[in-house]
């Protein structure tokens, strides 16, 4: 019997002595569910560089995994097992090296949601790599249960989507971070909000970015991404979506997805799209709202997409307020979503007290053309419970015409069933021809770099439109009958 219990003893001393660094991580073999025992083992710092708090250093527990061939791993702590009987809160970093000596951080994983304090992580694993996973006592020291899982992959996806560039009314630069191995080429699928992989415009390029060209002003389009690695392909990435540059007039009340294509968020507190009872929104249902900080000054930012302005456009903002305590906004104007490039105030009430909505006026005229952003800044004090809510956010603008362009630029011929011809005899070089409908929506918009220059509107829908020429000597917008 003492043998028993010795030899029994000695087991439990291995096994307790085990994974208690990274020396001694234990090998993951299989797919499935893993106990992790209560976390009292050596700690390397974390990936997100954290090493001690007021409670002291941390202790880690360990584990490692090599796989033979290329994949995806999928590691989760988020299980009913860590919720109930008891409630944990993991942290988990992962590493990649050749020894313990030579980590490299891949990435790593803190909470699920600001409610949900268990760890998900997924990453690209290359064939023959050790990887170690490192769970930490930074928030609980307690034993759990995560879930190990690896998916062998031909072709390793792209994972990251980097944000838009170049956006014009025409064309936008679509950007993602290089996927594990860097394929020979991706593809791309885009098209219409909504629309069904398979049905979209398919475009190739050996490169992590590509330019899209003949779009539509002032729409909204999703797209999808995969690696193409000759003989395979990787899965597409989720939806993502953009937005052309828009043009005035534009009215926004965050009640659809073509609506809310485009815009952004940016600083701390809280702030979201929230859809209540009809009463909470000044039209409609959906409404912005920013809900203040409750330890320090609110510096919440909420951005437009892209506006493409014509110098000396003047454009007009009107937009709808709604708080019950005081707060503090101001609305900016600048040439990127950053907030130190938001240089000019448009408007500002520090003193907000409106418990019903009021609308609110400013303006605004570009001396160049080009792109703007609109900024609406919550800069409130700290306030335990504070809510304040935006909705309606109409655009207008009154285009800088001339008696250059009334008088010197000539269409024809009007009406007409499709083809015409735009004209002038002062040398101005058109640049661009917009044409919008009645409701002010842009239906067709071309480039160009000449004097004089033919279009066809033939597959538009009869009625009358509006014309706005874009040249190097002004702006002129002409009515137009589509028969």
């Known amino acids: 019997m003492k043998k028993i219990l010795l030899s029994a003893f000695l087991m439990l001393s291995a096994v307790l002595s085990a994974q208690q660094n990274c020396g001694s991580a234990v090998e993951i073999t299989a797919?499935?569910?893993?106990?992790?025992?209560?976390?009292?083992?050596?700690?390397?710092?974390?990936?997100?560089?954290?090493?001690?708090?007021g409670a002291g250093p941390y202790a880690g527990v360990w584990y490692k995994y090599t796989p033979t061939s290329n994949g995806t791993i999928a590691i989760s702590s988020n299980l009913p097992s860590n919720v109930a009987p008891n409630s944990v809160d993991t942290r988990l970093s992962v590493w990649q090296g050749a020894s313990c000596s030579a980590l490299t951080c891949v990435g790593g994983s803190d909470d699920v949601s600001a409610t949900v304090f268990l760890s998900t992580f997924n990453f690209n694993a290359v064939a023959g790599t050790t990887y170690y996973f490192q769970w930490d006592s930074r928030w609980s020291a307690l034993g759990f249960n995560f879930t190990f899982n690896f998916t062998p992959v031909s072709c390793f996806p792209v994972t990251t989507i980097s944000p838009v560039t170049a956006v014009s009314t025409t064309s936008v630069t679509l950007n993602w971070a290089a996927a594990?191995?860097?394929?020979?080429?991706?593809?791309?699928?885009?098209?219409?909000?909504?629309?069904?992989?398979?049905?979209?415009?398919?475009?190739?390029?050996?490169?992590?970015s590509i330019t899209l060209n003949g779009l539509s002003a002032s729409t909204g389009y999703d797209y999808y991404?995969?690696?193409?690695?000759?003989?395979?392909?990787?899965?597409?990435?989720?939806v993502n979506s953009f937005s052309t540059a828009r043009v005035c007039p534009q009215s926004f009340g965050f009640e659809n997805n073509s609506e809310?294509?485009?815009?952004?968020?940016?600083?701390?507190?809280?702030?979201?799209?929230s859809a209540n009872a009809p009463t909470l929104?000044?039209?409609?249902?959906?409404?912005?709202?920013?809900?203040?900080?409750?330890?320090?000054?609110?510096?919440?930012?909420?951005?437009?997409?892209?506006?493409?302005?014509?110098?000396?456009?003047?454009?007009?903002?009107?937009?709808?307020?709604?708080?019950?305590?005081?707060?503090?906004?101001?609305l900016t104007v600048g040439n990127s979503t950053v907030p130190a490039t938001q240089t000019t105030q448009l408007w500002a009430n520090a003193a907000l007290n409106n418990p019903t909505y009021t609308q609110f006026t400013a303006t605004f005229t570009p001396s160049t053309s080009g792109n703007y952003y609109f900024g609406w800044n919550d800069i409130s004090t700290a306030q335990a419970v504070?809510?304040?809510?935006?909705?309606?956010i109409n655009f207008s603008s009154v285009l800088?015409?001339?008696?250059?362009s009334d008088?010197?630029?000539t269409v024809y011929p009007n009406p007409t069933k499709g083809l015409v011809d735009i004209s002038n005899d002062s040398d101005a070089s058109i640049s661009s021809i917009e044409l919008s409908d009645i409701n002010g929506r842009v239906v067709k918009n071309i480039i160009f770099n000449d004097n004089q220059t033919q279009i066809d509107i033939s597959q538009l829908s009869q009625g009358m439109y509006l014309m706005k020429i874009v040249s190097d000597k002004g702006i002129a917008v002409k009515k137009i009958v589509k028969e």
């Open 281 to 330: 929104a000044q039209a409609g249902n959906f409404y912005w709202i920013f809900n203040t900080n409750a330890t320090a000054v609110s510096n919440n930012w909420l951005f437009t997409p892209a506006f493409s302005l014509q110098a000396n456009e003047a454009v007009t903002i009107t937009f709808w307020v709604r708080c019950a305590t005081a707060r503090s906004l101001r």
């Open 400 to 404: 800088s015409t001339n008696e250059f």
């Open 407 to 409: 008088s010197k630029f």
């Open 31 to 53: 797919n499935g569910t893993v106990t992790a025992p209560a976390i009292t083992g050596t700690y390397v710092i974390s990936c997100d560089q954290t090493n001690v708090d």
């Open 180 to 208: 594990t191995l860097n394929p020979a080429n991706y593809n791309v699928e885009y098209g219409p909000l909504g629309f069904t992989l398979g049905t979209g415009t398919l475009v190739t390029t050996p490169t992590n």
């Open 386 to 392: 504070a809510t304040m809510r935006i909705d309606s």
């Open 225 to 238: 991404v995969r690696s193409n690695c000759g003989t395979s392909q990787s899965a597409w990435t989720a």
């Open 260 to 273: 809310l294509v485009g815009w952004s968020t940016f600083g701390n507190g809280s702030y979201g799209l």
